[in-house]
Every structure is written in C-alpha cells, then in structure tokens.
C-alpha cells in the first residue's frame, strides 16, 4: 500500500544513500510534448541535503531533456527501487533548479574534487512529497560494478579542452566536450532551451576520473550461462551421435547388402 510523507523520512534517506541508481521523470507543459525517463548511475552522483532537499550530478549524454523541462516548469520526480532486499519503491516529488557547469552555484556544490567526468550540471529538488509503495514486481537483481564507459569518453572530450586552453588550435576545440555542449545539448527534442552558458564557460574542466583504473568486465546473467551450458552440452551430445553413427555405418551397409542377397536368391 502507498504511503505518503511532507518531507523525506530519516529511514529512507539511509536507504537512498545505499541504492546504486535511480530514475529521473519529467515532462514538457505542451501536452504534444515528450514525457522524458532517464536512468542515472555512477557512484556518489546522488546526494541527500536534508529531508526536503536532494541534488545530483547531471552527466553530459545526447538529449537535454531534463535540463529542459526544469527550465521550463520546474517539475521533476525521482524514482529508487529496491533490487536487493525488502522490495520498495521511492518516489521524490519535487520542484528542480538547474545549476550549470562553470556557475559559482555549480562550483559551491562540485568542487573539481569530487566533479564527475562530463559533469555538465548541478540539478537540485526542493522535495515537496514523498511516497512510497510496496515493489513487489520489481526483480531481485545483484549488483556487479558501475560502468565507466560514459566516464572515459567525457574525459577525453574534456582533455581536448584543457589543451586547447593552453593550445591556440581550432582543430582541438572543435573537439572538446563544450564543443560537443554546444552541438547536441542547446534544445531537447521539443525546441525547449536546454544549457545556455556552459558551452561558453571559461572554466578549464578538472574532475576526479581515475585513468589507470581498472574497466568493468561484461559478464554473462546465470539464465544466458545455463543457457551457454545448455548450448554446449547438446553441441557434444551432436559430436558424439556423429561419430557413433560415422562408426556403426559400415556395419549397418554391409549388413543390409547380405539381407538384399539373401531375399534375391529365396
């Protein structure tokens, strides 16, 4: 059954602080408009104020929708769910600000010590509800890693800048990750304005990406290794048929011929 809070209880913050990923909703006024759901990750991109105030770090990705319907009409919901342990579902209601990379409210909440690879935004949510309900159709999945594969590419789009800072070349800035701001994340999908000063930001982007660390390996689900095993046991059982057969044939001919013989001569 749901049940639902003024503000964020002391229980489901603890709780919130432990989940791996969450969702982020948001829509357009126009009702032609495109109702956007985004899932986000990464260690420590989410963060608790207080019990009605929450934040992230909005990482750079081709669309800008969230960014955009902030600006527009404020309205934003966040979503956790459960995937180990009691099931649950957490919703936050609430109002969001857009902080954009290179503003002085940026920097007070990202310092370049704990900035994120593509970091291209702060979204803050001035939480005005809080429900929850029961998640009982929501799988039981076990977490592996973070993958890193969104962090290595901004840092790379994000070298180019530092060079060009110190460089004097057209060729590198046009590869850079404000140069990528300026390209993909101006107008989400509906025209709506989305960044409007981080692509011109002056400030030389610094995070705190760990090169040298080490890459998450793909692993198979135990239902694709079952079925992997499954594969290749009736693979070998397809060989070893094989060469029965390839063996008892001579047999089996020979023994037909003497059998065609015997009924000729009856």
């Known amino acids: 059954m749901a049940k639902f809070y003024n503000e964020i209880p002391e229980s489901l913050i603890e709780w919130i602080k432990k989940q791996h990923m969450f969702w982020v909703a948001s829509a357009p006024l126009s009702p032609d408009g495109h109702v956007n759901l985004s899932p986000k990750g990464t260690a420590d991109s989410f963060h608790v104020v207080n019990s009605r105030r929450v ?5 750079t990705g081709s669309g800008v929708e969230t960014i955009s ?3 527009e009409n404020g309205r934003i919901t966040i979503l ?4 180990e342990g009691p099931p649950r579902i957490l919703r936050l209601f609430g109002i969001g600000t857009v902080y954009e990379y290179g ?5 007070s909440l990202i310092s370049p010590e704990t900035r994120k690879p593509g970091s291209r935004a702060a979204i803050v949510i001035d939480v005005y509800q809080c429900q929850t309900s029961c998640g009982y159709a929501v799988p039981i999945y076990d977490f592996v890693t973070h993958r890193t594969q969104l962090l290595r590419m901004a840092d790379i789009e994000e070298s180019r800048d530092r ?9 590198i800035h046009r590869k850079g990750l404000k140069a990528y701001w300026a390209r993909k994340n101006l107008r989400s999908v509906d025209g709506l304005p989305g960044l409007l000063t981080a692509p011109d930001s002056r400030v030389t982007p610094v995070n705190n990406f760990d090169k040298e660390g080490q890459r998450p390996k793909l692993q198979y689900s135990s239902s694709r290794e079952g079925s992997a095993q499954r ?3 009736n693979l070998a059982i397809g ?3 094989g060469a029965l057969f390839a063996t008892t044939l001579p047999y089996i001919l020979s023994a037909i011929g003497k059998f065609d013989m015997s009924i000729t001569r009856a």
């Open 55 to 59: 934040w992230y770090q909005d990482l």
């Open 69 to 71: 319907h902030i600006r």
């Open 80 to 83: 956790f769910h459960a995937f």
């Open 103 to 107: 503003t002085q409210e940026y920097e």
């Open 163 to 171: 060079a060009s800072d110190t460089i004097s070349s057209p060729e």
């Open 231 to 233: 594969s290749g046991a």
């Open 239 to 241: 060989f070893a048929l």
